[in-house]
């Protein structure tokens, strides 16, 4: 035991020591990447400029969106086609409320001036600040009828803590800018989503920062702590499996470098990006081709475009439940510290970010990113050649990929969102589902007594696991091998033969299809068995074949929702699983920039109307991934990781396998004064 511990502790040390040397340091060749995030100094000016054109110190003036204002792409390539030459102005795009309107600022970094500053008049309201609903959820606690409420219920006022929710659009003509607040009971327990007090819900006026609404419709018992709490210290025996660690070990040191917020890998070279609402956003990933001894491109920008999580339960208390994470909450806003050993493996390099509080004073969030490269004992290719006589050949290499991984926690759920680089040129894209479940408490404590759609399972006594949906949508503006670039359906379909040619009366073969506008490219996946490619019509392999990457999508998971029940209008971006629009740089948000409250007059699926020609042009493909989630009893009290995902893979990109000449790594791992090792 002693031995053991010894050696971990040797173990430990010599980890730091490995990677505190690696540690990320922002010492980088250029000042600016023309696509890097907005810095604290930057927030800081953004600020300064835009309070000194409003100088009155009457005015409630809070910042609810302050992010980099990304140059043109012609002017981004340009500047990359010759790095030394001056990058490109810096930009901000600012979204402020200010006397109950949005203003939609833009700043000029490099002049110090406001370039553009109107008054946003259409639907809908900019992302939420914590700071506002910080401070919303701190009302109840001096609000008189709440007060009452909690004394008819004999609960401790200290004990309640309330929570945000965005309360969507259902056809009202008017609007303020409002949110609901539900509230829970921590007593007994830190899980409080599992705690709520059902029957009360508060209506925050945000602009006026006041209840509004108030209602207490009716007392169901308040599901009770025991069970809940999930932290290791408050569990008792018996105990689960006792899990062995183990260390990944990199002798030579990570095999990644990162250069401001230019990360090379092996073949991959990206940027990372931060944005208070999207979270992650890589930019500019290239991959080296062995034969042409060149990078190649592959994707211009992707990031999580939106998040749409509707609720099922259409009563009085819950209807309103159709959220979306990144327009609403935002998803870099709810982006968690990560902590080295659990969340990323003992390799990881950490990254912060930045994003400006609502007074636009810049806020660090540390550990905001990991990077780290995954072995996990997979198989990168291998063959077992037992054909020839006397001999057996072996050949395998083992797969390495480099994570990007980031985790928002948006409420009760935690996302936790990887981008996963493949020596093959595949980019994987992981999404896990954990956290706590939205539930509802109920009378009911066995399913025998339940006589009703109670629109979801029961998960313990008095608590039922609302039915759902999570759909995210990716933006992915691939650009393959240069800007213009097509979309190929490649459909499978069965042919009958006809004559006596052959013994067979069917096989499948290709039937190729271009996608010509936008309505050709408008996909419900699983109806119809084809290869989605992004091709570059321009640039043709040596043997012809068009060079191309192949969306291999997720689970089919489509919308259940009318197309015309109202949170569908707003998220009609999920209406097809795939969409592709002509790159048009302020179409970035499926769900439209205004999203709170929206009335789903800037979605995507109102863009694509236009219909317009996408054959050999700049095109950004939008993918949703989904899932339908029936909560069960094991996601009770936190829910073990539901994973999904999908991959960007070359097809016909490389003349042939690109990791045919891979090289494994040659060290063995020694260990300096484990001589004596038992
Ligand atoms: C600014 O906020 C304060 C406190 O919430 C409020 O009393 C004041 O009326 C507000 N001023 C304006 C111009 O809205
Ligand atoms: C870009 O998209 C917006 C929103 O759909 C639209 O108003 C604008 O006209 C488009 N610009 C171009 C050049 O097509
Ligand atoms: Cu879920």
Redesign the pocket.
């Known amino acids: 035991m002693k031995i053991e511990l010894a050696m971990a502790s040797t173990l430990k040390l010599m980890l730091f020591l490995l990677f505190s040397i690696y540690t990320f340091s922002p010492v980088s060749s250029h000042e600016h990447h023309p696509l890097d995030s907005l810095t604290p100094s930057e927030f800081t000016l953004v600020r300064t400029i835009v309070k000194k054109s409003y100088p009155s110190p009457?005015?409630?003036l809070t910042f609810q969106y302050i992010g980099l204002d990304e140059p043109d792409k012609s002017t981004v390539l340009s500047w990359l086609s010759n790095p030394a030459s001056k990058p490109p102005p810096r930009r901000a795009l600012v979204i402020t409320r200010l006397?109950k309107q949005s203003h939609e600022i833009m700043v000029d970094l490099s002049t110090r001036s406001i370039v553009s500053d109107k008054v946003y008049n259409g639907h809908g309201y900019p992302l939420l600040t914590s700071d506002e609903q910080v401070a919303a959820t701190e009302l109840p606690k001096t609000y008189k009828p709440f007060i009452e409420s909690m004394n008819k219920r004999s609960l401790i006022l200290s004990d309640v803590v309330c929570s945000t929710y965005s309360v969507g659009w259902f056809g009202e003509v008017k609007s303020k800018r409002v949110l609901k607040l539900l509230c829970f009971y921590t007593d007994g327990t830190v899980n409080l989503y599992l705690r709520p007090l059902e029957g009360i819900t508060l209506v925050v006026d945000l602009d006026?920062?006041k209840i509004v609404e108030y209602y207490d419709r009716f007392i169901v018992p308040v599901p009770k702590a025991e069970g809940t709490d999930y932290r290791a210290s408050k569990q008792t025996p018996p105990f689960g499996p006792r899990l062995h660690g183990a260390a990944f070990v990199q002798p030579e040191g990570p095999g990644f470098k990162i250069d401001g917020h230019t990360v090379s890998w092996a073949n991959w070279v990206f940027h990372l990006g931060f944005d208070v609402r999207a979270g992650p956003i890589i930019s500019l990933a290239s991959i080296h081709d062995p034969e042409k001894q060149a990078y190649r491109r592959v994707l211009y920008r992707g990031f999580i475009s939106e998040l749409f999580v509707p609720y099922m339960d259409p009563s009085e208390e819950w209807y309103y439940k159709t959220f979306f994470d990144s327009g609403e909450f935002g998803f870099g806003q709810s982006a968690v510290s990560l902590e080295p050993y659990a969340d990323c493996p003992s390799n990881a390099v950490f990254l912060d970010a930045y994003y400006a509080a609502a007074d636009g004073t810049p806020v660090k969030m540390p550990n905001t990113f990991c990077i780290f490269e995954r072995y996990g004992g997979d198989i990168m290719w291998r063959h077992t050649e037992l054909g020839i006589p006397h001999e057996v050949i072996r050949e395998v290499r083992s797969e390495v990929s480099l994570v990007v991984r980031m985790v928002a926690t948006v409420g009760n759920y935690d996302y936790v969102l990887d981008w996963q680089f493949m020596p093959s040129g595949s980019i994987k894209f992981g999404v896990g589902l954990t956290g706590v479940l939205e539930v509802k408490a109920a009378t009911y404590t066995h399913t025998d007594e339940i006589k009703e759609d109670i629109h979801g399972t029961l998960l313990t006594e008095n608590t039922i696991g609302v039915y759902h949906d999570h759909f995210l949508t990716y933006y992915l503006d691939l650009d393959v091998d240069g800007k213009d670039n097509s979309f190929v359906k490649n459909n499978l379909e069965t042919t009958r033969v006809k004559d006596r040619s052959s013994p067979r009366k069917s096989y499948w073969t290709i039937v190729s299809e271009t996608a010509k506008t936008e309505f050709d490219a408008r996909i419900q996946l699983g109806l119809k068995a084809s290869e989605l490619v992004v091709v570059n019509p321009n640039k043709k392999t040596r043997l012809g074949n068009n060079v191309g990457y192949r969306l291999i999508p997720g689970p089919v998971t489509h919308p259940l929702l009318s197309y015309d029940d109202y949170p569908q209008i707003r998220g009609a971006f999920t209406n097809n699983d795939v969409w592709v629009t002509p790159y048009n740089k302020s179409e970035k948000w499926a769900g439209g920039l205004y999203v709170d409250q929206s009335r789903g007059d800037d979605t995507l699926a109102v863009w694509s109307l236009r219909n317009r020609k996408i054959e050999n042009k700049d095109i950004v493909l939008w993918y949703t991934i989904g899932f339908h989630h029936v909560p069960c009893q094991e996601d009770f009290p936190v829910m073990p990781t539901l994973s999904g995902g999908f991959e960007l893979r070359p097809t016909n990109f490389f003349e042939s396998n690109p990791v045919l000449k891979t090289r494994s790594t040659t060290s063995h791992v020694h260990w300096p004064n484990c001589t004596t090792r038992p």
Do not use: F
Request: a negative charge; zero cysteines.
């Open positions: 009457n005015h409630n006397e006026e920062m």
